[in-house]
């Protein structure tokens, strides 16, 4: 099982930005994908943004287009999440999420096999 570590979350006012770290504990160059969500009380879990590591193609939810960036290092297994312009609806917990398994997509929280804990990420206007 690879172990997921998120860091970067806190309390921020609306229009900052922030920059969330993901790192996961496996082998170099293993990976297939690593993904963002987040989760607001009361609702479901909802997808971001990932990377397909083979091909590096990036794709994003419409929601966040524009306004967050995935990036990463395949052999490091790290990944990263900027956040741009944030509003009081980006408050949720933000969950890094892998899969080991190459997949058409990875939109879906099923597409992944290992998650982390979360970070907090609170925006107050």
């Known amino acids: 099982q690879v172990q997921v570590v998120e860091s970067g979350g806190g309390l921020v006012q609306a229009g900052i930005s922030l920059n969330l770290t993901c790192a996961a504990s496996?082998?170099?160059?293993?990976?297939?994908?690593t993904g963002w969500f987040r989760q607001a009380p009361g609702k479901e879990r909802e997808f971001l943004a990932g990377?397909?590591?083979?091909?590096?193609?990036?794709y994003y939810a419409d929601s966040v287009k524009g306004r967050f960036t995935i990036s990463g290092d395949y052999a490091k297994n790290t990944v990263f999440l900027q956040m741009n312009s944030l509003k009081p609806e980006d408050t949720a917990v933000y969950y890094c999420?892998?899969?080991?398994?190459?997949?058409?997509?990875?939109?879906?929280?099923?597409?992944?096999?290992?998650w982390g804990q979360g970070t907090q990420v609170t925006v107050f206007s």
């Open positions: 999420a892998t899969s080991e398994f190459y997949r058409t997509t990875y939109y879906r929280v099923n597409d992944y096999e290992s």
């Open positions: 990377i397909r590591w083979r091909g590096s193609s990036t």
């Open positions: 496996a082998r170099p160059f293993s990976l297939a994908a």
